[in-house]
């Protein structure tokens, strides 16, 4: 298989994963790429790696333009096995002393991943490493998305490898922004949503760090999906934004699962009353919506309305997942509400409501019970719940 050249002397050396469908309970339906870059020149260098099992792959990719025991240095900007797994493989092959530049976390947590075997060496924040005629600097970006998480700029190129930052869980035909346009942004916006949310304010300040260096950027490559060459600073603006938190304030969504459909038609109810007042409201089923696009959608959200029938006296399995789930990713600035069918104990309502408020949300509204199917009257409470969610949205 033959490397992608994506400037001159540079090449796409990565892997394209077509048929991964989870991705540590991401729903990757899409796929993926591991992307790794090669950079010829005096000191050949390697630019991250690829899951294990795509190391030949990766090794075809770079004996497609050098002999692999060229590569003088290998920089791994982050010590996740989707991009570090092949490490080990690839030092073997390649010669056991190889440079292996990392930051320093990454040193330890490389160490802890693949022992001491390997010449891992550290580089301080801002660090440059001469490569020949070109140079690598090097920036901390600590916990985008794990503590070891660094960028690699190449001076002369102007590229920043951004390792996981302004990644998306995509593979496709494309390679480039140009090439995909505006339909790449659900995928990137799904990959902030689900790895990045929760270290949203960490990421504006080292936005705000980004900016203040003025580094020129011709072309961002990350890890994953396609790289940014046509507008760089689209994402880097639109990650701006969305660091900002703040909500799309008519939209509200409600979450729920349900057995015999009765938590069912009182989302629907919910839904109708939210729509009646203004809202931009749907119903979202957790047994047929993963979880990952789930909070794709509650990401912006002002609302989210969860609901849950009793099931042996606790929550439904689907909802406390995803209220697991949601409570990892710190959601902040949203009004929330529970509610959901029962028979005869009925904790659930209160117990989605306690987790909803353990999160800082602002609950607008006490949970709300319907007994077994709802009625006519059950009905109207649901719509009439959800008119005054959205009243309390406005
Ligand atoms: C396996 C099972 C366990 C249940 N456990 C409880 C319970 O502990 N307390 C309760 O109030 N209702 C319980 N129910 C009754 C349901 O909550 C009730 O049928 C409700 O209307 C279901 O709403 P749904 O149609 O949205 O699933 C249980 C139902 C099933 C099938
Ligand atoms: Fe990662
Ligand atoms: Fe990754």
Partial sequence: MKALQIAEGIYDVGATDWNVRDFHGYSTDKGSTYNAFLIIDEKITLIDT????????????????????????????????????ALPRVVHRIGKDTPVYCSKMGLKNLSAHFGNKINFRAVADGEELSLGKRTLQFFETRMIHWPDSMFSYLKEDKILFSSDAFGQHYAGPEHFDDQIGEAIMPHAKKYFANILWLFAPMIKGLLTKLNGLNLPIEMICPDHGILWRDNPAKIVETYAEWCELQPQQNKALVIYDSMWHSTEAMADEIVAGLTAEGMVAKPMNLRHCHRSDVVTEAFDAKAIVVGSPTLNNGLFPTVADFLTYLKGLKPKNKQAAAFG??????????????QLAG????????????????????????????????QAMK
């Avoid at 690829?50 to 982050?78: L, R």
């Avoid at 069918?341 to 306690?354: D, I, Q, R």
């Avoid at 602002?362 to 959205?390: H, K, N, T, W």
Wanted: glycine content about 6%.
């Fill in 341 to 354: 069918s029962y028979g005869w104990s009925g904790e659930a309502p209160k117990l989605v409501a306690e």
């Fill in 359 to 390: 999160m800082d949300l602002e609950m607008v509204e006490d949970p709300l019970r319907v007994q077994y199917v709802p009625d006519q009257e059950g009905c109207e409470s649901c719509y009439e719940f959800g008119r005054r969610i959205a």
């Fill in 50 to 85: 690829v899951k294990e099992e795509f190391t030949e792959q990766m090794m075809e990719k770079i004996a497609s333009v050098i002999d692999p025991k060229k590569i003088d240095y290998i920089i791994s900007n982050h010590t996740e096995m989707d991009h570090s797994g």
